[in-house]
Each structure stands twice: as C-alpha cells, then as structure tokens.
C-alpha cells in the first residue's frame, strides 16, 4: 500500500537459519506493527513498535524480535527459524492522532523448509 | 478486547446492498467498533469506525443498534471487487493493537 513496503515479498529459507523481514514506511508514523496470518487463525500480532527503540510484544512472540532504530524501519527477526513459522507476514502502520486507519503492506510469504 | 462474532460467510448478489452483521454484546461504553477487510492474498484494507452513531463513507455505511451490542457494514451496490473478508474488530479502551478474528467471508454472485 501506499507509504509502505515490505521485503522481500517471498523468502525460502532453511531450518535453523536466522531471516530478517524489513518493514519500511515513508508517512512518519509513530506505530508500526507485525502480524502473521496461517490458515484458519485470521492474522495474529508478533511485535508492535510505539516509537524509535520503544516496543512490546504480541500474542505470539515467541520465537521473533523485532529492531527499530528509525522511525521509518522496523524489522523482525526470527532468530533460528522453524517450519512452524511459515507463514504470511503482514507489516502495519499507524500515525499517533488516530485509533483507526492501520494501512498494512502487500506481505512477506516466507517458507521455511 | 470484546468479543465479536460474525457469520463464517455470506453470498451476495452483485448490484445489491451487502449487509455482513456483528454481534459485540460486551462492548464498553468508550469503544469503538472497526471495520476492516482482506482481499485475497493482500494487506488488510480499513473501511471504517464508529462509536454509536451511524457512519457513511465512501466505502461503506455503518449502523450501530442502540444498545450498541451489534451493527450492520452495509455495501450499498456490491461489486465483484467486494469479495473479500471483513473483520469487525472492538479493541479495549486505550488498547494500541487491534486483534482479528477470522472474519466474515463474503462471496458476490455475478
């Protein structure tokens, strides 16, 4: 969507490597968020960021860590990566003013084999 | 955040009025309700919000009953680019981070 990217789109990866999904956003907002979405559990928040080097987990963090150090990145990291983390991953942003109005990006399809 | 619960899917023709229910019976006072949506394979897509008053936008059209225990997304002329899932979401009071559930599953009919 507009004023936000996510790479890369598709990522193959092996058991036990360490992978990193980007999150960029050109509106300056103060929240970002992330999700994964699998099949029959609608999308799920990993992390979510209120501010540069400010952030907390979500329901299922186990597994993940997340880095902001610009207000326009925030990045997640799967540190040793499972096939139980195949999944799509979906990266959010909010300006600080509204509750409302979360605009995602085109997700991350990541294969873990 | 309150529990919401949708119908797991619905069909409607193109051309008519789509109108996808949500029962929120535990909401607060203070919170919202949002709607939003996920076209195959995208971003989930904001549609709009409201606290107790009805809403109309570009997209779509809210109504919330009285009592605010549920309310209506209306589509007023759907299209075929109006299949999708629709969420309704109620998050707690000063909760930063919205929560989907699996949604509404509408299908429209050509």
């Known amino acids: 969507d507009a004023g936000i990217t996510q790479s890369p789109r598709h990522k193959v990866t092996e058991t036990g490597t360490p992978v990193t999904l980007r999150c960029h956003q050109t509106?300056?907002?103060?929240?970002m968020y992330w999700y994964r979405q699998d099949p029959g559990h609608g999308l799920r928040l990993i992390h979510y960021s209120y501010g540069v080097k400010d952030t907390d987990k979500g329901e299922v963090s186990d597994g993940y860590s997340v880095s902001r150090s610009k207000t326009e990145d925030f990045l997640l990291t799967l540190e040793s990566a499972t096939s139980s983390q195949t999944s799509v991953y979906f990266c959010?942003?909010?300006?600080?003013?509204?509750?409302?109005?979360?605009?995602f990006g085109s997700g991350t399809r990541l294969t873990v084999v | 955040d309150a529990k919401t619960t949708q119908p797991t899917s619905m069909d409607c023709a193109e051309g008519r009025a789509a109108n996808l229910p949500c029962n929120h019976s535990t909401i607060s006072g203070n919170e919202y309700v949002y709607w939003y949506r996920q076209i195959h394979s995208q971003g989930p897509q904001y549609i709009i919000h409201g606290l107790k008053n009805n809403e109309t936008n570009e997209m779509a059209s809210l109504i919330i009953t009285e009592d605010r225990k549920s309310s209506t997304l209306i589509l007023p002329h759907a299209t075929l680019r109006d299949t999708a899932v629709y969420y309704c979401?109620?998050?707690?009071?000063?909760?930063?981070?919205?929560?989907f559930g699996t949604g509404t599953r509408l299908t429209i009919i050509p």
């Open positions: 509106e300056n907002h103060r929240y």
């Open positions: 979401i109620v998050p707690n009071f000063g909760n930063e981070k919205l929560t």
């Open positions: 959010a942003m909010r300006p600080a003013t509204t509750n409302y109005g979360y605009t």
